[in-house]
């Protein structure tokens, strides 16, 4: 029997951030873009996804992100079923990702502070709690100078640090990124990858989506490999 004096009240943490359980995702009128792919992250892993285009990189990610819902097997989330959840969950899931992408979605007309800002904003942070987290972000990604700038006055090595701030504002467990260095030279990649290994440093979980084969390479993470929606190597 065990003595309840030896167990510690911990909340319960899943060491096993994601896990894929053989996968399949259909498109309606298109072929197999995810075919029975099993493979799981631990807690504040970094891996790449790799691939040919149409592999099935952006499908993959999507299916975590509850974009799309796949056709078999099953995507647990933090231990969560997400071929169960109802829509009115999604919102809630995703406040567990950081989702980054390669054309950086900022909102042009919104300053650097506001789109930062926006995530809190709609999680409903007071005022005072909004400008301190977002100072504090936009320090992290070396941007704390030009929170009042407009999105198109800076560089896309910058605009990127805005949509990793606007990312990781929420503190998400597990950051997403697609291409996310697509837009840049090999310097700024480099520099951009380098702030994902700082947030896997305090226990972030990363999968970064990329062709970018010399890239991976120099960065010696795990490698997930996707052929025609196979998982060739993981
Ligand atoms: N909404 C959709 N409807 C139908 N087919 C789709 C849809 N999205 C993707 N596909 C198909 O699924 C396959 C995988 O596409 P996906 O975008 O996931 O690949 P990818 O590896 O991200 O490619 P890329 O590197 O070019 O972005 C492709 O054959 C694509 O044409």
């Known amino acids: 029997m065990q ?12 060491r096993i951030m994601l896990k894929f359980d053989h996968v399949s995702k259909r498109y309606p009128d298109a ?11 631990q807690r504040g892993e970094f891996a ?13 990610l999507k299916l975590i992100a509850v974009m799309e819902r796949c056709s078999r097997g099953q995507v647990l989330l933090d231990g969560q079923n997400l071929n169960k959840a109802s829509d009115r969950q999604i919102p ?9 992408f390669q054309d950086y979605k900022l909102l042009q007309d919104r300053t650097v ?6 995530p809190l904003v709609v999680a409903g942070y007071s005022h005072f709690d909004i400008g301190r987290r977002v100072r504090a972000a936009l320090d992290k990604v070396g941007l704390l100078g030009k929170e009042k700038k407009l999105p198109q006055t800076l560089s896309g090595g910058e605009q990127q ?9 929420n503190k998400p467990p597990l950051i997403l990124a697609d291409e996310p260095t697509g837009n840049l030279d090999p310097e700024l990649s480099s520099e951009i990858m380098k702030l994902f ?4 440093q305090v226990g972030v979980t990363v999968l970064i989506a990329t062709h970018d084969i010399a890239l991976v390479e120099r960065m010696g993470h795990r490698v997930l490999q996707l052929d025609h929606g196979r998982l060739v190597a993981s």
């Open 92 to 100: 809630y899931i995703r406040r567990k990702l950081g989702l980054i």
């Open 197 to 200: 290994e700082d947030f896997q």
């Open 31 to 41: 072929g197999d873009a995810l075919l029975d792919v099993t493979f799981h992250l």
């Open 113 to 118: 502070f506001d789109n930062v800002a926006l």
């Open 3 to 14: 003595n309840s004096l030896s167990t510690p009240y911990l909340p319960k943490i899943n």
């Open 48 to 60: 790449f996804l790799t691939g040919h285009s149409g592999a099935g990189k952006s499908t993959l």
């Open 161 to 169: 640090r805005v949509g990793i701030a606007r990312a990781v504002i």
